[in-house]
């Protein structure tokens, strides 16, 4: 990405996980059930307590539950320092892991998702141990890393396979 394109690398990342997310917990069928929140979640830090469903840099608009007790946040960067976050609990991850706690306790959510991706790699969630209450989810955590648990992104929330052959 050419200098100074970070924001539209994020905001190309959050639409790709929208429209997943929303794929995903509609079985195929809509790709709209999930969007970016107003100001990538900024609106509910200026108006605390008043948008609580628009906490996090992801908001349901198709009258999905998944976001009610979920804060999201998204991020994608160059470089996560991850062999940091996972070994000291220090660096860039371990900031935006911390920010993302203190804003969904800020929010009132129960639980904390982080969606990150670092260049030429898959994208990972890390998670509030308990949020995983469904049953149908996957449980093939790949760590636990200082009480939270980390997944695959494309694991946890595979794209649905087709059912109908696309009309060309």
């Known amino acids: 990405m050419r200098k100074g394109g970070g924001k539209q690398k ?3 990342f959050e639409r790709l996980v929208c429209k997943q997310l929303s794929l995903y917990y509609s079985d195929g069928r809509r790709d709209d059930l999930f969007w970016r929140s107003a100001m990538s ?3 509910a830090t200026l108006n605390k307590g008043k948008a609580k469903n628009q906490a996090g840099d992801i908001t349901g608009i198709g009258g999905h539950t998944f976001l009610h007790d979920v804060f999201l946040e998204l991020k994608h960067y160059k470089s996560l320092d991850l062999a940091g ?3 000291f609990g220090t660096g860039k991850l371990q900031k935006f892991w911390d920010t993302a706690l203190k804003q969904a306790r800020d929010a009132g ?3 904390t998702l982080l969606i990150a991706k670092e260049n030429r790699l898959p994208a990972i969630v890390i998670a509030s141990p308990g949020w995983l209450s469904d049953p149908d989810q996957p449980k093939d955590r790949r760590a636990i890393i200082d009480g939270c648990d980390v997944y695959l992104f494309d694991e946890l929330f595979p ?3 087709r059912s109908k052959p696309r009309i060309k």
Do not use: N
Request: charged share 35%.
């Open 10 to 12: 994020g905001a190309l």
């Open 41 to 43: 979640g900024g609106r």
């Open 85 to 87: 976050f996972c070994l």
């Open 109 to 111: 959510k129960r639980h």
């Open 159 to 161: 794209k649905p396979k």
